[in-house]
């Protein structure tokens, strides 16, 4: 009981580092869409994949032939990663040009935004490419599939409660939504090259991304402190005058 009870808390730890990944592809995909059906989105695409991540569970348990080679090399593990790593790279570099040259602030038709159906295909899509690797890493550590399957369902509370709030804050500060899709075309390109067989250490991407977002927070609560102090310094001129 206490090793599946180990198993389950490093599964769930295996999910929401998963869940960090999505977050931010989530937060970009939706960010397209009008407000008012940004959270529809969110929770209705993070259930597809909830839901696709489990079906493709109970389909790798069954079948070995998805880390088999199919093509020169390949697995069909591996096309998946290398597909969703070029979709991946050209979501983030495409938005990183959207919001550096304000095509959505100069583009009038920016208004008519991406379809709702196309973001949550997008957003079930890119989790199922990055379900594959945590899936079969979740079945090297236990084949019993309802601890797996619990963990990926509490994962997804934990992470649909976070989506919003950490979402919305990424959008409204333009350096952090950069920061973001930098973060993305990194996570692209390890999950190209993993489908190339070259395997990144997951120390070498998490550790770097997660202190330039330390110094960026410290440069945003740098700007704080110095409007605060700009407008203390104006607001007695302004009362004397």
Not at 30 to 55: D, F, N, T, Y
Not at 105 to 123: M, R
Request: aromatic letters at 8%; zero cysteines; a neutral charge.
């Amino acid at each position: 009981m206490a090793d599946i009870i180990g198993v389950f808390a490093l599964l769930i730890g295996l999910e929401l580092v998963l869940g960090v990944d999505n977050i931010l592809v989530i937060t970009i995909l939706v960010s397209r869409l009008e407000k008012k059906h940004q959270q529809k989105a969110r929770v209705i695409g993070l259930a597809l994949a909830m839901i696709a991540r489990i079906l493709i569970l109970f389909l790798l348990l069954r079948l070995t032939g998805l880390t088999q080679p199919v093509f020169m090399e390949f697995s069909i593990r591996d096309l998946i990663l290398l597909a969703g790593g070029l979709f991946l790279l050209y979501k983030a570099v495409k938005e990183i040009h959207h919001t550096i040259e304000l095509k959505d602030e100069l583009d009038t038709t920016a208004n008519v935004k991406d379809s709702f159906g196309s973001v949550v295909t997008q957003i079930v899509l890119l989790d199922m490419v990055f379900s594959v690797d945590s899936v079969i890493t979740a079945i090297g550590l236990t084949n019993v599939t309802w601890v797996i399957a619990t963990a990926v369902v509490l994962a997804f509370i934990i992470i649909l409660i976070f989506a919003k709030p950490i979402g919305e804050f990424i959008l409204a500060n333009p350096a952090l939504k950069i920061l973001a899709l930098s973060f993305l075309i990194t996570i692209g390109i390890t999950i190209f090259m993993e489908g190339l067989h070259k395997e990144v250490p997951k120390a070498y991407i998490y550790l770097p991304m997660g202190f330039a977002l330390f110094v960026e927070l410290l440069q945003m609560r740098y700007s704080k402190n110095k409007k605060a102090l700009a407008k203390e310094a104006t607001e007695p001129a302004e009362t004397n005058s």
